[in-house]
T-cell receptor
Framework: DTEVTQTPKHLVMGMTNKKSLKCEQHMGHRAMYWYKQKAKKPPELMFVYSYEKLSINESVPSRFSPECPNSSLLNLHLHALQPEDSALYLC????????????????FGPGTRLTVL | SQQGEEDPQALSIQEGENATMNCSYKTSINNLQWYRQNSGRGLVHLILIRSNEREKHSGRLRVTLDTSKKSSSLLITASRAADTASYFCATDKIQGAQKLVFGQGTRLTINP
């Protein structure tokens, strides 16, 4: 199985709502990522989990709260979002890179299209 | 910023022609990758080239890397309508958990 799945595909929420995005992979990858992508822009890294521990937080506002319950699952909890948070949220996974020249391709899910009203 | 710049921003060619996209970056890298994204979907990995490599091939794809100029190019030969997508280069320089920084992307349209 070389697939990363994300649910839901689409999400519309108000600024006072609490919702969660979910991501799952069964490739045995030990690094998982959340990206945010605005229209016609490149993906921007938000968070990286390595071996189920948060290793990178790109100064993301606290209204986004990541969680990695186990090596296959990654969640992004959303609370009190702003309309400018509307975007495509992408999850990815890979083997953790190690060593000077070792890097691994990232496998991306199809994304969750989030609209904040 | 390490973020790359891609050139051109948009490219439209006829089916069967070759498409060349360029990527420049600002700081030293370990590896450079190319990804494809169909409209509104997830990214698909195409090819990875390490900083000690100069050229790499995969099917109809050819990637070059010039670390002295901090630039890379992606060539797609004999283009097909299904190649219509956005193409992003991505660089990494941090060991351990992999942090990718994506270029602005090239929107490629193949006209039948």
């Amino acid at each position: 199985d070389t697939e990363v799945t994300q649910t839901p595909k689409h999400l519309v929420m108000g600024m006072t709502n609490k919702k969660s995005l979910k991501c799952e992979q069964h490739m045995g990858h030990r690094a998982m990522y959340w990206y945010k992508q605005k229209a016609k822009k490149p993906p921007e890294l938000m968070f990286v989990y390595s071996y189920e521990k948060l290793s990178i937080n790109e100064s993301v506002p606290s209204r986004f709260s990541p969680e990695c319950p186990n090596s296959s699952l990654l969640n992004l909890h959303l609370h009190a979002l702003q309309p400018e948070d509307s975007a495509l949220y992408l999850c990815a996974s890979s083997q953790p890179a190690g060593g000077l020249f070792r890097a691994n391709e990232q496998f991306f899910g199809p994304g969750t299209r989030l609209t904040v009203l | 910023s390490q973020q790359g710049e891609e050139d051109p921003q948009a490219l439209s060619i006829q089916e069967g022609e070759n498409a060349t996209m360029n990527c420049s970056y600002k700081t030293s890298i370990n590896n450079l990758q190319w990804y494809r994204q169909n409209s509104g979907r997830g990214l698909v990995h195409l090819i990875l080239i390490r900083s000690n490599e100069r050229e790499k091939h995969s099917g109809r794809l050819r990637v070059t890397l010039d670390t002295s100029k901090k630039s890379s190019s992606l060539l797609i030969t004999a283009s097909r309508a299904a190649d219509t997508a956005s193409y992003f280069c991505a660089t990494d320089k941090i060991q351990g958990a992999q942090k990718l920084v994506f270029g602005q992307g090239t929107r490629l349209t193949i006209n039948p």
